[in-house]
């Protein structure tokens, strides 16, 4: 199993996490968010950062697909992940830009099968996160059973609240028949001391446990 670990906001912490073998590091461009990573380096900064064999990912919410192609060129991205409520169309397009990873916040009421369907063609990755009244970051968990019942038949992260002591719940579900395509656990706020500042030593025992899955 891999793991994504976003809302970086420090070379520091992106090196670290790169010295403990994440696969995925998130920056967040969303200027809302608590963990905006402009707020604290620049694109240049991001582009320079030398991690070989980890995937610089940029967290976009309804942004003009103008500002996020010219974004990621600046700031060396690898891939974009589409965070608020961008059509299957806008998806699509993007796609011919960068390597597109859609997130989906899920409630308790969704049918996750019919949400995900118009997107299936047009990404090269779903990510499920938890349904909120904020884009992100909401460090609550939802009820992953949902996902087992959709059939996914498309890579996918699974995000959304997961923290040091969910690791005996993931490993049942990610060893599970039931996990599908899952290839990736995505994790943010719960290994946090403050927003954007990652608590290194939590996830020095987490991600190889992680990725041993």
């Not at 998130?26 to 380096?41: D, H, Q, W």
């Not at 490993?171 to 719960?190: E, L, P, Q, R």
């Amino acid at each position: 199993m891999k793991i994504k670990v976003c809302g970086i906001t420090s070379v520091e912490e992106a090196l670290a996490l790169y010295k403990e073998g994440v696969n995925y590091i998130g920056f967040i461009f969303y200027p809302a968010s608590k963990r905006y990573v402009l707020n604290k380096l620049t694109l240049e900064q991001i582009k320079n950062l030398q991690m070989p064999g980890v995937l610089k990912v940029g967290v976009f919410v309804n942004e003009p697909m103008e500002n996020v192609i010219a974004t990621a060129d600046a700031a060396g991205l690898d891939m974009v992940q589409l965070h608020g409520d961008e059509t299957s169309n806008y998806c699509k397009e993007m796609a011919n830009h960068y390597p597109v990873i859609k997130a989906f916040r899920i409630s308790e009421t969704d049918d996750v099968a019919y949400k995900i369907s118009e997107y299936l063609e047009e990404v090269d990755y779903l990510l499920f996160d938890t349904a909120s009244s904020v884009y992100g970051g909401s460090g609550i968990s939802f009820d992953w059973t949902k996902l087992a019942s959709a059939v996914i038949q498309k890579p996918y992260f699974l995000s959304g609240g997961i923290g040091p002591d969910d690791v005996s719940k993931i490993t049942s579900y990610v060893t599970s028949d039931a996990a599908g395509n899952c290839i990736a656990v995505d994790v943010n706020s719960k290994f946090e001391t403050a927003p954007g500042q990652k608590n290194i030593q939590l996830l020095q025992s987490f991600i190889p446990t992680i990725k041993s899955l």
